[in-house]
């Protein structure tokens, strides 16, 4: 059974930082690119990172690109998102999700981890 657990979020203030985890098991993590989404209440899910298989092609939503790092680590099932210079808007549950090269939408996700900034 494939289980995705997200970790680090928290409380923080605008300006501070934050790494998020993603520990996956029962699936071969190299298989699959990994994701980060998010969602605020309210709004509609937002992909926020992408990062290929190896680790050597990476994508960043407008709103997060040149604050926020995608990283992973297939050798321990893990991938991270570094998260800096977090502002306000930057609340909201975060989510990692896998997906096949055979597949169009992710296949599995996590339970999501809450990431709240204040002012």
């Known amino acids: 059974q494939v289980h995705l657990v997200e970790s680090g979020g928290g409380l923080v203030q605008a300006g501070d930082s934050l790494r998020l985890s993603c520990a996956g098991s029962?699936?071969?993590?190299?298989?699959?690119?990994m994701g980060w989404f998010r969602q605020a209440p309210g709004k509609e899910r937002e992909r926020i990172a992408l990062?290929?298989?190896?680790?050597?092609?990476?994508w960043y939503a407008d709103s997060v690109k040149g604050r926020f790092t995608i990283s992973r680590d297939n050798a321990n099932n893990t991938v991270y998102l570094q998260m800096n210079s977090l502002k306000p808007e930057d609340t909201a549950v975060y989510y990692c999700?896998?997906?096949?090269?055979?597949?169009?939408?992710?296949?599995?996700w996590g339970q999501g981890t809450q990431v709240t900034v204040s002012s």
């Open positions: 999700a896998g997906r096949s090269v055979s597949s169009d939408e992710e296949n599995y």
């Open positions: 029962g699936l071969r993590f190299s298989d699959y690119t």
């Open positions: 990062i290929n298989w190896n680790g050597d092609r990476t």
